[in-house]
């Protein structure tokens, strides 16, 4: 089993920077894939950002270039940084894990079986 909490959620302008955190408990955390989605009101949850357990790391187009996935397996910790905010990319931002055996399934919610219980961002124009 895996728990997952995440935090450095909060207020910023536009153009500013926030750094999301999410901390994982559990012995087999360095197997799984970790992931990033948001959901803003009214819309469905999507897919932001993955990374591997060797590294590998995949980003919606939305934010190519602007947020930077990463992990820290002695730490069990997985980060996302976020730059350059734009006011489209408020939403609550959700922290996932799963056994995922191909890249191909990074992108699918379903395909991850353990959530954090979410963070908000928000950013003013």
């Known amino acids: 089993q895996v728990q997952l909490v995440e935090s450095g959620g909060g207020l910023v302008q536009a153009g500013g920077s926030l750094r999301l955190s999410c901390a994982a408990s559990g012995r087999t955390y360095t197997m799984y894939t970790m992931g990033w989605f948001r959901q803003a009101p009214g819309k469905d949850r999507e897919f932001v950002a993955a990374i591997s357990w060797s590294g590998s790391t995949i980003y919606a187009d939305s934010v190519k270039g602007r947020f930077t996935i990463s992990r820290d397996n002695a730490k069990n910790a997985e980060y996302l940084q976020m730059n350059t905010l734009k006011p489209e990319d408020t939403a609550v931002y959700y922290c996932?894990?799963?056994?995922?055996?191909?890249?191909?399934?990074?992108?699918?919610?379903?395909?991850?079986?353990?959530w954090g219980q979410g963070t908000q961002v928000t950013v003013s124009s």
């Open positions: 996932a894990a799963g056994l995922l055996e191909r890249s191909s399934w990074y992108w699918s919610a379903e395909k991850y079986d353990h």
